[in-house]
């Protein structure tokens, strides 16, 4: 089964909403999780490190501000979509480090169109 | 920093028929991994094999293979006997402190 659940698998939401999304390791602590956002037929491109207890670390060209993140919990890590504008309309998909055992897992990924 | 290429958008395979998936990296770092990953339509991450820089030995994972060339900087993904539930996008990763920088992909199908 799964070990990283993301939530939720598809959205829909009225520009200039804010829409948030979870990623959830189901067990394991994971102090690391990280964030991808897919174009249609475009490869993942990294958005941000989330770490549990302290800031993320964003990529360049990525908006702190719009997209918010926070890993309050060694389970858990969310990423909030603030202001959605049409454009902001892709796939997103988390993965977390276990890093008990070195391995990263992929959540199920999340469908955003904003209308 | 690293840099994945992946120079075939698509490739066919006849099934039962053996297809190599081509990807190379740049990397300053002396240590990394190399990672493939599956995609199938519902968009899901598949993890498929990895290649530590140090290995000795190409990874191997069933039916997947690594055709690992440190000289090259190449790290190509060997599929036999595919099948036809092998059609997908297959994205080739480098990783540094498990940061993943994904390929551009090659969508593979499979031909009956």
């Known amino acids: 089964g799964a070990v990283v659940s993301q939530h939720p698998s598809w959205v829909i939401c009225k520009s200039g909403t804010s829409v948030k999304i979870e990623c959830r390791s189901l067990d394991f602590q994971a102090t690391t999780m990280f964030w991808y956002r897919q174009f249609p037929k475009q490869s993942l491109m990294l958005m941000a490190t989330?770490?549990?207890?302290?800031?993320?670390?964003?990529e360049q060209g990525v908006e702190k501000d719009k997209f918010l993140i926070n890993h309050a919990s060694l389970t858990l890590s969310t990423l909030t979509v603030t202001s959605a504008h049409p454009e902001d309309s892709s796939f997103y998909i988390c993965?977390?480090?276990?890093?008990?055992?070195?391995?990263?897992?992929f959540g199920s990924g999340t469908q955003l169109s904003v209308l | 920093a690293q840099k994945i290429t992946q120079t075939q958008p698509g490739m066919f395979v006849q099934e039962k028929e053996a297809v190599t998936l081509d990807c190379t990296y740049d990397?300053?770092?002396?240590?990394?991994?190399l990672f493939w990953y599956k995609q199938p339509s519902s968009g899901e991450m598949i993890f498929l094999i990895y290649q530590g820089s140090y290995d000795q030995q190409n990874a191997t994972e069933g039916r997947y293979s690594l055709n690992f060339q440190k000289a090259r900087k190449s790290a190509n993904l060997v599929i036999s006997a595919s099948q036809l539930g092998d059609s997908a996008m297959y994205f080739c990763?480098?990783?540094?402190?498990?940061?993943?920088?994904f390929g551009s992909g090659t969508r593979l199908l499979v031909r009956p």
């Open positions: 989330s770490n549990e207890g302290s800031k993320a670390t964003y």
């Open positions: 990397t300053s770092d002396p240590s990394y991994g």
């Open positions: 990763a480098g990783d540094s402190s498990y940061k993943l920088i």
């Open positions: 993965s977390a480090l276990n890093r008990a055992g070195e391995k990263l897992f």
